[in-house]
């Protein structure tokens, strides 16, 4: 009996036992990526934790504390309402995080399987498919966005609609171009000979094998995500008022006091800035670890 208990643990200390080596050898090689992730990681624990290590309520106003300059009461100074930066710049987290998972995971993932199927099939069915992505592709990133949210209406599901329709044609021209190597390779056609559906090949046979680019588009959609909902924000297209967003902290009040309260507009445009440098410098490191085309040993 025990016997049997050890080698049943063998596979997932194994899997443990790479995931450590992995993730060691990826702080080791590329220092610069596993900076972005604990700045990423960071993020995440500010946006979960906001409520608990937030000095004030971020909608709260103190019209006698306006424009005030940051100092040992307000670290990073206040609005032209009296509500604390530092505050608003940490809930602003929860909204950026939610905005750029949520977009990030959907446009990757339909783009996959979009990608998937589309190479799959072939033929007619590839052409059509593709000649759509190629109208959406197009248009650049905030165009695209900014057309559907004219057509939805601003909001933050609104919003989060808007930044995953660009993103899903991207996805799906990486995935297709893994997948029609996979389409090509024994196994596929095995389950096609053993008469499984379309969407169980597809879905559990093909989809897997194009992980690793999969993750790769992931982790770059999420930088691109947030840098777009800061923009919609900042053109008023976005959150509305009083969520706490980064870019909406950049327009109005900010604009019109940049000189005499440079902090409203500095504070917000580091958080978005840092938050997007790293994600861009995680995801460039997690491409060449899981591209083998692309490792240097």
């Known amino acids: 009996m025990a016997t049997v208990e050890t080698f049943a643990d063998v596979p997932e ?4 036992a790479r995931w450590r080596t992995f993730v060691v050898d990826f702080c080791r090689q590329r220092p610069l990526g596993a900076i972005g992730a604990a700045v990423v990681l960071l993020n995440l624990v500010v946006a979960a934790l906001a409520n608990v290590i937030s000095p004030y309520d ?6 006698g504390a306006m424009l005030a300059a940051p100092s040992r009461a ?10 604390d930066v530092l505050t608003r710049i940490l809930y602003g987290s929860r909204t950026a995080m939610l905005v750029g998972f949520s977009c990030a995971f959907i446009g990757a993932t339909l783009g996959a399987v979009i990608g998937v199927t589309s190479a799959y099939f072939g033929g007619k069915v590839d052409l059509l498919i593709q000649r759509v992505m190629d109208i959406f592709l197009s248009f650049p990133l905030i165009i695209l966005a900014l057309a559907v949210v004219a057509m939805l209406g601003t909001g933050l ?14 996805a799906a021209l990486v995935a297709r171009s893994s997948a029609l190597a996979i389409r090509e390779m024994p196994y596929v056609d095995a389950a096609r000979a053993a008469g499984f559906r ?15 680019p999969y993750l790769i588009m992931l982790t770059a959609f999420l930088g691109q995500a947030i840098l777009l909902e800061a923009s919609l924000s900042f053109l008023g297209l976005g959150v509305s008022e009083p969520t706490p967003a980064w870019g909406l902290m950049l327009r109005g009040a900010a604009v019109q006091f940049a000189e005499s309260a440079p902090w409203m507009a500095i504070f917000p445009g580091l958080a978005i800035s840092l938050a997007v440098f790293a994600f861009n410098l995680f995801g460039d490191s997690l491409r060449d670890a899981l591209d083998p085309r692309l490792r240097t040993q």
């Open 198 to 212: 379309h969407g169980r090949i597809i879905l559990r046979h093909m989809s897997p094998n194009v992980m690793a």
């Open 157 to 170: 599901e609104n919003v989060i609609a808007a930044i995953t329709v660009p993103m899903i044609p991207r």
């Open 74 to 83: 307000h670290w990073l100074g206040t609005d032209a309402f009296g509500r």
């Open 58 to 63: 971020p909608l709260a106003t103190d019209y």
């Open 13 to 16: 200390a194994s899997a443990a």
